[in-house]
């Protein structure tokens, strides 16, 4: 299975009038970087029309860029207007007027909702074109043309002050990829598999490899044969997580 996620606009784009420090061109595209591996813990192959934040490809080159992936997920936040507006807070998801992948459409309008506790109601929609015989989006058209499955994800309004606040926690933005990720995979029948660690090499996290080394110098952890960072340790996230627990807790002082 592949995904392509496309990060809308580019650097600096839409800044919130609730509060300038966010542009929805930036900030979608951290979205992303959460994304991206939420997405590959559960086997999906990712790829993004943006490697830069500073990318910024056409409609054209962004919806077709999707061809051979199962779906495109464009991330966008909405607006009202240009001015603040304290009432409109809601999810919407454009799916494609073929009606592709409607469960999808409400079932990520529906977790995005919950996990961003917005106001009033998700809604998933299509929209055509005004010659009434395609999709009205240029991302969604291109990506249909291609014969992928393309999707615009709008995270409530960045005109809404608390919406724009919610969007602004790096904290809040790891937790929507991780229920955006868990509902794509639910939908696509994937099961997350578990982070392994095969050598010290892979061990890259600052907040695992001093337990580890610590470990293999006390000769408390002894590996599986190999030296230095070919040294082979075969453990799960879960291990590791919980040898740093007990290295806080002072177990191997
Ligand atoms: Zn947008």
């Known amino acids: 299975m592949k995904i392509c996620i496309d990060a809308g606009h580019s650097i600096g784009y839409n800044p919130s009038p609730a509060d300038p420090t966010y542009r929805e061109g930036t900030r979608m595209f951290d979205l992303q970087g959460f994304l991206k591996p939420a997405l590959e813990r559960y086997g999906f192959e990712v790829i993004c029309t ?3 934040v500073e990318d910024n490809p056409s409609l054209y080159t962004r919806g077709t860029m999707a061809k051979g992936c199962d779906l495109l997920l464009s991330l966008h936040s909405n607006a009202v207007s240009n001015e603040r507006n304290d009432t409109v807070d809601y999810v919407r998801v454009y799916y494609p007027v073929s009606r592709r992948g409607q469960a999808l459409a ?10 961003m506790s917005t106001v009033q109601q998700p809604q998933f929609v299509v929209r055509w074109n005004s010659a009434g015989n395609a999709d009205y989006y240029g991302v969604i058209r291109y990506a249909c043309a291609v014969g992928v499955c393309g999707m615009i994800l709008e995270h409530s309004f960045h005109t809404h002050p608390r919406a724009t606040e919610w969007l602004l926690s790096d904290d809040n933005l790891r937790r929507l990829a991780e229920a955006e990720a868990a509902v794509v995979a639910q939908y696509y029948g994937m099961e997350e598999s578990e982070m392994r660690y095969e050598r010290l090499g892979d061990v890259k996290n600052d907040a695992y490899r001093p337990t580890v080394e610590k470990l293999l110098k006390l000769g408390f952890l002894r590996g599986k044969g190999g030296s230095g960072e070919d040294t082979v340790l075969d453990l799960g996230e879960d291990a590791l997580r919980l040898l740093v627990i007990l290295d806080r807790a002072g177990v191997f002082d």
């Open 106 to 115: 409400k079932a990520l309008s529906e977790t995005i909702a919950s996990t």
């Open 50 to 52: 943006r490697s830069r």
